[in-house]
């Protein structure tokens, strides 16, 4: 298996999809983005600046009644008009570009897209094989691009350094679950569990991870909220995916 590979941080003057744009900044950097012909989407939130001829204006996702249920935005912004746009996430990282062609997908961690050209499905799934390991048993989700109308980019923060695998068919990988950013449709995701003893007359654990299976590309984030650093519930801390948040409590249980 090819080992994984650190992602440069930083991008200039970069065109695709008919756009120009530019990632700078080490800690927590900044996505810059220059807007003509082709508006772009993104959370409210991660707006960092704008020039004032540019607008924003909502737009409305598809499946909204279902992604209200899920806890998900059934809203973004995007662009409306010329100029630049810059964003950022609260969080150090780095800003990852994904150039999508047509007829292309993408599989992204939920709550880590920054923004995306507003030419692609935007949708979501639930994912079913890591249900038991995640907030009791309710699962967690996972945002799915697909280019539909012609070249697409899709821009993520992935938390501390991001590094890419490229799985051969059947080649196997597995990731601490909290530390996956994306992949391709192909790879496949399942999660694996291991009982852990701590003595004859001591209580047992569990260590679960994600299984991914290629053939297709996966990113790696270094970094994530451990839950026992912040204060968080055992069920909000096994949805953040930590390796102790499967341990407390026995929360993954197969």
């Avoid at 270094?222 to 341990?247: K, N």
Wanted: charged share 20%; proline share 5%; net charge negative.
């Amino acid at each position: 298996m090819h080992l994984p590979e650190p992602i440069p941080p930083s991008v200039h003057d970069e065109t695709f999809a008919g756009v120009t744009y530019h990632i700078r900044g080490e800690l927590v950097p900044e996505l810059q983005v220059e807007i003509s012909n082709r508006a772009v989407m993104f959370e409210h939130h991660v707006l960092l600046w704008k020039e004032t001829q540019l607008n924003v204006e909502l737009k409305k996702l598809p499946g909204a009644i279902k992604r209200k249920i899920a806890g998900l935005e059934f809203f973004v912004t995007r662009t409306s008009g010329s100029g630049r746009i810059a964003f950022s996430r609260d969080s150090p990282g780095q800003c990852v570009p994904l150039h999508l062609r047509q007829g292309e997908g993408l599989d992204v961690r939920e709550h880590q897209f920054i923004a995306a050209t507003d030419n692609l499905d935007y949708s979501f799934e639930r994912i079913k094989g890591v249900q038991n390991m995640l907030l009791g048993g309710s699962g967690f989700f996972m945002d799915k691009f697909r280019a539909t109308e012609g070249d697409a980019l899709v821009w993520l923060h992935g938390h501390g350094n991001v590094f890419l695998v490229q799985l051969m068919e059947g080649e196997q990988i597995d990731v601490e679950a909290g530390a996956w950013l994306y992949k391709d449709p192909t790879v496949k995701l399942e999660a694996v569990t291991m009982g852990l003893k701590t003595g004859i007359f001591g209580g047992g654990g569990k260590l679960t991870w994600n299984r991914f299976t290629g053939p297709g590309r996966l990113a790696i984030q270094t970094l994530f909220i451990s839950p026992l650093e912040g204060g968080e519930s055992p069920a909000a801390a096994a949805g953040a995916g930590g390796v102790a948040g499967a341990l407390l409590g026995g929360l993954a249980r197969g």
